[in-house]
């Protein structure tokens, strides 16, 4: 321990709070929250017995900075907040985890219509998550089919609208095409949408009745290939009731979440019950440096249903502050939810097949975790060795540019953060100031437009990165190089990446760094090169694209800027214009019978 932190240690308030670790390089490692900042943060510096990652995590501690709170509450929003913008090495981050579809019922509107979503807002009622190979697409068909809502997107007005497939299928009562018709039909529609929530709430022998009557219907009429079809939606309700679970309520929706841990990797599972069915399940591997397992599982929750449908229960083995949990989500998801660690009966059971299941992916998963962190955490501090760098490389950015003879010039950033790809953090620039092909004038250009944002009210979009790569040679690093000491940029080391054979140049060496080419420290700058060239290459040919988008309309009399415009609103693409019937060009607005026969002439003879 230095004398830095011995120091804070002794001025810490006895005050609810967070907290922040942070390494020699001044890069964030940990977050965490505290009802006694005093008490909490002083345990990690006593000589206590710790596990190994606890351990390896106190280690790299070089000095800590804290944040009073009113309450623990605000403690917990705010540790959060930090936890997503610094994205701390030993917190569990679950950025790769995958959302389950929902199917969201928006009784919001008059006429409620039925749509698939992976997000959860506050309106509207939603129902799943639909996993375990019940397909979202399936429970839509069943909702129209049985009990003929609508499913489109459709706005619905005074005026009525034409009538549309489904309406002429029997699948839709069409809303949109007989608002007109007053109390009697919204009464009519109401009660429909009634069955249907019910039965997404699990009354199901409904929907299944009607089907069976359908499928033996199509049957005997010989629409064979139709009958098949309700067929395998009856079997869908089948499956549906099989994996309805008989001990438990079936009006109780369940999360539950067990944790398993060999002191340095860790596991989560979690099995999902809805309405007394068994859902499914999914499985985290995580890397975490927690100081009980009751901490890692409250993280665990925490950060999971941020982004996902809280449930009336969540069943879990003592959850560490489970009372602060719910009051949590209750103030910031405005829904009461009960944290449970059951000793026995149907959730207990359901808890020790969780832990099984967590005990069964921790030792099948390690060699995978261990693969991850030689290819990201590990490969950066390698990296630092190897290239002889001022800072862990938290953040590094890859610049490269594309074009073809000086056309449509365009630069690309793509971002890593801790070795993983950051895609929401990537960036394109449309070259504006360079004549002809000139990748060097282009570079400048783009280094130049993006470090003109550090220190300004951007850079927390935008934020300084430590190491910035450069897809070149030396000739690409000089000329970056002579904007850095044009802008007065420090704290940020440079290199680049020559693709021959793959070279790396730097500022401090006066020759070229060969790596290992198994080095996973090489193969990271490999994937961040590739990403770089891979948006660059999309972009420019995007705007190829558009341009001669533009050319090719130029040479149809009577297609302006607006009429090109409502086409590609309509069909997407050239091709998909150009394979349009001329019925179906006409009916764009603003085009007609005379120009949708020009148009079709035109692309049949040219594309």
Same mark, same amino acid.
């Given at each position: 321990m230095?004398?830095?932190?011995?120091?804070?240690?002794?001025?810490?308030?006895?005050?609810p709070?967070?907290y922040?670790?942070?390494?020699?390089?001044d890069?964030v490692?940990?977050?965490?929250?505290a009802?006694?900042?005093?008490?909490?943060?002083?345990?990690y510096?006593?000589?206590?017995?710790?596990?190994?990652?606890?351990?390896a995590?106190?280690?790299?501690i070089?000095?800590?900075?804290?944040?009073?709170?009113?309450?623990e509450?605000?403690a917990?929003?705010?540790?959060?907040?930090?936890?997503?913008k610094?994205k701390?090495?030993y917190?569990? #981050?679950?950025?790769d =985890?995958?959302?389950?579809?929902?199917?969201? !019922?928006?009784? &919001?509107? $008059?006429?409620?219509? +039925?749509s698939?979503?992976?997000?959860?807002t506050?309106e509207?009622?939603?129902?799943?998550?639909?996993?375990?190979?019940?397909r979202?697409?399936?429970?839509?068909?069943i909702?129209s089919?049985?009990?003929?809502?609508?499913?489109?997107?459709?706005?619905?007005?005074?005026?009525p609208k034409?009538?549309?497939?489904?309406?002429?299928l029997?699948?839709?009562l069409?809303?949109?095409?007989?608002?007109?018709?007053?109390k009697?039909?919204e009464?009519t529609?109401?009660?429909?949408?009634?069955r249907? #929530?019910?039965f997404? =709430?699990?009354?199901l022998?409904e929907?299944? !009745?009607?089907? &069976?009557e $359908?499928?033996?219907? +199509?049957?005997?009429?010989?629409?064979f290939?139709?009958?098949?079809?309700?067929?395998?939606?009856?079997?869908?309700i089948?499956?549906l009731?099989?994996k309805?679970?008989?001990?438990l309520?079936?009006?109780?929706?369940?999360d539950?979440?067990?944790?398993k841990?060999?002191?340095?990797?860790?596991?989560?599972s979690?099995?999902i019950?809805?309405?007394?069915?068994?859902?499914?399940?999914s499985?985290?591997?995580?890397?975490?440096?927690?100081?009980?397992d009751?901490?890692?599982v409250?993280?665990?929750i925490s950060r999971?249903?941020?982004?996902?449908?809280?449930?009336?229960e969540?069943?879990?083995?003592?959850v560490?502050?489970a009372a602060?949990?719910?009051?949590y989500?209750?103030?910031t998801q405005?829904?009461k939810?009960?944290i449970?660690?059951?000793k026995?009966?149907?959730?207990?059971?359901?808890?020790?097949?969780?832990?099984?299941?967590?005990?069964?992916?921790?030792l099948?998963?390690?060699?995978?975790?261990?693969?991850k962190?030689?290819?990201?955490?590990?490969?950066?501090e390698?990296l630092?060795?190897?290239?002889s760098?001022?800072?862990?490389?938290?953040?590094i950015?890859?610049?490269?540019?594309?074009n073809?003879s000086?056309?449509?010039?365009?630069?690309?950033?793509?971002?890593f953060v801790?070795?993983e790809?950051?895609?929401?953090?990537?960036?394109?620039?449309?070259?504006?100031?360079?004549?002809?092909?000139?990748?060097?004038?282009?570079?400048?250009?783009?280094?130049?437009?993006?470090l003109?944002k550090?220190?300004?009210s951007?850079?927390?979009?935008?934020?300084k990165?430590?190491?910035?790569?450069?897809?070149?040679?030396?000739?690409?690093l000089?000329?970056?190089?002579?904007i850095f000491?044009?802008?007065?940029?420090?704290?940020?080391d440079?290199v680049?990446?020559?693709?021959?054979?793959?070279?790396?140049?730097t500022?401090?060496?006066?020759?070229?760094?060969?790596?290992?080419?198994r080095?996973?420290?090489?193969?990271?700058?490999?994937?961040?090169r590739?990403e770089?060239h891979?948006?660059?290459?999309?972009?420019?040919?995007?705007l190829?694209?558009?341009?001669n988008?533009?050319?090719?309309?130029?040479?149809i009399?009577?297609?302006?800027?607006e009429?090109?415009?409502?086409?590609l609103?309509?069909?997407?693409t050239?091709?998909?214009?150009?394979?349009?019937?001329?019925?179906s060009?006409?009916?764009?607005?603003g085009i007609?019978?005379?120009?949708?026969?020009?148009?079709?002439?035109?692309?049949e003879?040219?594309?």
């Amino acid at each position: 321990m230095n004398g830095i932190i011995a120091e804070k240690l002794k001025m810490l308030p006895e005050r609810p709070g967070v907290y922040v670790m942070r390494d020699e390089s001044d890069v964030v490692i940990y977050v965490g929250k505290a009802r006694v900042l005093k008490n909490r943060v002083r345990q990690y510096f006593q000589n206590n017995v710790k596990s190994e990652k606890v351990a390896a995590m106190v280690a790299r501690i070089a000095d800590f900075s804290y944040i009073i709170t009113a309450t623990e509450i605000d403690a917990l929003a705010l540790e959060n907040n930090l936890i997503k913008k610094y994205k701390p090495k030993y917190n569990i #981050l679950l950025k790769d =985890d995958k959302t389950y579809p929902y199917i969201k !019922a928006h009784t &919001n509107e $008059k006429f409620p219509r +039925f749509s698939v979503t992976r997000k959860i807002t506050k309106e509207g009622k939603y129902f799943g998550p639909f996993m375990g190979g019940i397909r979202c697409k399936d429970v839509l068909d069943i909702l129209s089919l049985v009990y003929n809502v609508r499913t489109c997107a459709v706005s619905i007005g005074e005026k009525p609208k034409k009538p549309c497939l489904a309406a002429h299928l029997g699948r839709c009562l069409a809303p949109c095409a007989r608002v007109c018709e007053g109390k009697e039909f919204e009464k009519t529609y109401a009660a429909a949408v009634k069955r249907a #929530l019910a039965f997404l =709430d699990g009354d199901l022998d409904e929907a299944e !009745a009607v089907l &069976n009557e $359908k499928m033996r219907k +199509f049957a005997d009429e010989e629409e064979f290939e139709i009958a098949m079809d309700y067929r395998e939606k009856a079997k869908m309700i089948e499956k549906l009731k099989l994996k309805r679970i008989t001990s438990l309520n079936r009006f109780i929706d369940a999360d539950v979440v067990a944790y398993k841990t060999n002191r340095l990797y860790s596991a989560v599972s979690l099995l999902i019950t809805r309405k007394g069915v068994m859902q499914g399940g999914s499985n985290f591997a995580l890397e975490e440096a927690y100081e009980s397992d009751g901490a890692a599982v409250a993280a665990f929750i925490s950060r999971y249903y941020e982004t996902h449908e809280l449930p009336q229960e969540i069943v879990a083995e003592n959850v560490e502050n489970a009372a602060l949990l719910e009051e949590y989500f209750e103030k910031t998801q405005g829904k009461k939810v009960k944290i449970v660690s059951p000793k026995q009966g149907v959730k207990r059971a359901l808890l020790n097949m969780a832990e099984k299941n967590a005990e069964d992916f921790l030792l099948k998963s390690v060699d995978k975790i261990k693969h991850k962190d030689d290819m990201t955490t590990a490969a950066c501090e390698r990296l630092q060795q190897l290239l002889s760098l001022s800072r862990y490389p938290r953040r590094i950015e890859c610049y490269d540019i594309s074009n073809i003879s000086g056309v449509d010039k365009v630069g690309s950033m793509a971002v890593f953060v801790n070795g993983e790809a950051e895609k929401t953090a990537y960036r394109r620039f449309r070259i504006k100031t360079v004549e002809g092909a000139n990748d060097f004038a282009s570079l400048q250009e783009v280094l130049r437009r993006r470090l003109a944002k550090l220190s300004t009210s951007e850079e927390e979009k935008f934020p300084k990165p430590d190491l910035i790569v450069i897809d070149g040679g030396k000739g690409q690093l000089s000329a970056v190089k002579e904007i850095f000491d044009e802008t007065h940029t420090e704290g940020i080391d440079l290199v680049s990446l020559a693709k021959r054979e793959e070279e790396v140049f730097t500022l401090t060496q006066s020759e070229s760094v060969v790596i290992d080419r198994r080095d996973y420290a090489l193969k990271m700058l490999q994937r961040l090169r590739d990403e770089a060239h891979r948006f660059a290459i999309t972009y420019f040919r995007t705007l190829h694209d558009k341009r001669n988008l533009t050319s090719r309309f130029s040479e149809i009399e009577g297609v302006g800027k607006e009429k090109r415009k409502a086409l590609l609103n309509e069909f997407k693409t050239v091709e998909n214009i150009a394979q349009a019937s001329e019925e179906s060009l006409a009916r764009v607005p603003g085009i007609g019978e005379k120009l949708a026969r020009n148009i079709k002439k035109y692309f049949e003879e040219n594309f």
